[in-house]
């Protein structure tokens, strides 16, 4: 059995809805088209088309291996165009993990942006502020903001942000705003879950020295924006990234604090499995973000 000739036998009659019309596309008999996904069938031990007189339809196996055979094809033939120095035209799907803040603001337009100069490209993305196993969980890249994970993982640097902290104007007149890191300890403190040490907020002054602070307060939560919001309606003090609390800030609801001090810089990293073939749409969508958020991006807090 010609198994990549079975492959794509398989997915033109799931796409044609029918073995004539995948046959007609791919220049054989009938015959031959059913021929090949039955042995493909016998092959995997696996019924993968429900067949009636008029048309064919995916089992539940089917769906879950069509849409690996159809990547499968797309990388085949992205490294023949490869090895023939032809022109690559980057197809299939970039399944994509990303923070929600980062994803919903930076990534989303980047994304827009692509698929309207790749329309052979289709994007599966995940928002998600977890750091995910991208191997374990079949991710073909993810954008993350500070650390870029295990040791197994290619990392490229997209740029960098710093964390902010900010309280709303109300919580200042009510509470004071603190004068040193230090202070930070008697205010309350709202924290974020992926920040590691937990309820440790770290600084540097003018002299470079670190200024850890252990803090507390009425709300730990895993995501930015909701530690934002509940922080701009008076709540306590927000310790988040620039590209998180900046809009707030030039909308007068957050106000900067403790800016004679300011927080290491966090990078933003596009990363990717060091042990997987990287495909040319992957690759062409990371030269992307790198071209994009080389320019002048609104991720500051100013």
């Not at 059995?1 to 009659?13: E, G, K, P, T, Y």
């Not at 339809?57 to 797309?74: K, N, P």
């Not at 602070?213 to 995501?223: E, F, I, Q, T």
């Not at 998180?244 to 990078?267: C, K």
């Amino acid at each position: 059995m010609d198994r990549f000739q079975a492959l794509r036998v398989f997915s033109q009659v799931v796409e044609a809805g029918s073995f004539s019309g995948a046959a007609d596309k791919l220049g054989l008999s009938t015959t031959a088209a059913s021929r090949h996904v039955a042995e493909l069938e016998a092959h995997l031990q696996t019924r993968l088309l429900n067949r009636t007189t008029r048309r064919v339809s995916l089992t539940e196996s089917g769906r879950a291996f069509y849409e690996r055979a159809v990547q499968l094809l797309a990388d085949l033939d992205e490294a023949e165009q490869e090895a023939s120095r032809a022109a690559v035209v980057p197809r299939g799907t970039i399944k994509l993990t990303t923070s929600m803040n980062f994803g919903v603001r930076h990534v989303a337009p980047a994304i827009a942006a692509f698929l309207a100069a790749h329309p052979g490209v289709r994007f599966d993305v995940s928002l998600s502020d977890r750091i995910v196993d991208l191997v374990e969980e079949g991710f073909d890249l993810a954008v993350r903001i500070g650390a870029p994970g295990s040791d197994n993982v290619v990392a490229r640097k997209l740029g960098e942000t710093r964390l902010v902290p900010c309280a709303s104007p109300a919580y200042l007149k009510a509470h004071g705003a603190p004068q040193v890191p230090e202070d930070l300890a008697r205010h309350n403190c709202l924290t974020y879950e992926y920040v590691a040490p937990r309820g440790v907020w770290s600084f540097r002054d003018a002299a470079g020295a670190e200024r850890n602070v252990r803090v507390g307060g009425s709300l730990h939560a895993n995501n930015g924006d909701l530690l934002a919001e509940v922080a701009a309606q008076g709540a306590g003090i927000v310790f988040e990234a620039a590209f998180i609390v900046g809009p707030e800030v030039r909308a007068g609801r957050l106000v900067p604090l403790l800016q004679e001090f300011v927080s290491a810089p966090m990078p933003i990293y596009a990363v990717y499995p060091s042990r997987k073939h990287l495909s040319a749409k992957v690759r062409l969508f990371v030269d992307f973000l790198l071209e994009r958020f080389a320019r002048s991006q609104d991720w500051s807090a100013a």
